[in-house]
């Protein structure tokens, strides 16, 4: 069914992997839902899949989907990281995601939005390029959000081999060093300096949506709110 080009139209790339696409096929449902307008979901994934096609066959009118093509990550050895090889896929995915941010652009007149997820800040530059505004859907809560907005200064503190260490990040109930997922924390790995990648992308976006409630975080949401002024 053709799009109706006189609403506005979001673009949403889901980063490699089931766990990230299920949340952005269901944000695009409450666009088009709830918010009348219509969305395009690009995604990484292979469109045999059993998952996915259950995923796609339950949208609405008015969301569609556009398969990135393959991308070889043959070239890398066979223990990288899955935070790695995702990032590196995404990474080299741009100029087929320049071509597709293109054909939609024309297709729909404008994109009112493009939404990524953690890992798809490397592909914000091909929102600006379109001059359409970016956002971040931060699937996890505040605290999470804090802790990698304040990752790169923690990355120069000494926490290394303390487990008894606290990371004590702004406006939340201060954490032991082990209590945090190793690969975020060990500053030797190639995962840590992925993280850190990306967690510099998050004051380059226009907005960042939050899976989570005031009520339930006040703390680190008023310092989120005052360090980038709302």
Known sequence: MSVTCSKAHVVLL???????LSPIVELA??????????????TFFDRSSDIQQSMFSSLPIGVSTVCLPPISLDDL???????????????????????????????NKRIAA?????????????ARELGA?????????????SFLLNLPTLCHEQHDNNPDSLLALPGCTPLYHNDFPQSAIDKKSDVFAWMIHHSKHHDKVDGIMVNSFEAMEGGVVRFLKERRNG
């Open 133 to 145: 505004p970016s956002y971040i859907f931060f699937t996890t809560n505040f605290f999470y959000l």
């Open 77 to 107: 050895p066979t223990n990288t990281h899955i935070i790695s090889r995702l990032s590196i896929m995404i990474s080299r995915s741009i100029p087929f995601l320049r071509q597709i941010l293109l054909d939609l652009q024309i297709k």
């Open 29 to 42: 449902k409450r666009l088009a839902l709830d918010h009348n307008l219509t969305a395009t979901i690009i």
């Open 114 to 126: 493009y939404i990524i997820d953690l890992f798809g800040g490397d592909t914000i530059c091909l």
């Open 14 to 20: 889901s980063s490699p992997g089931i766990g990230h």
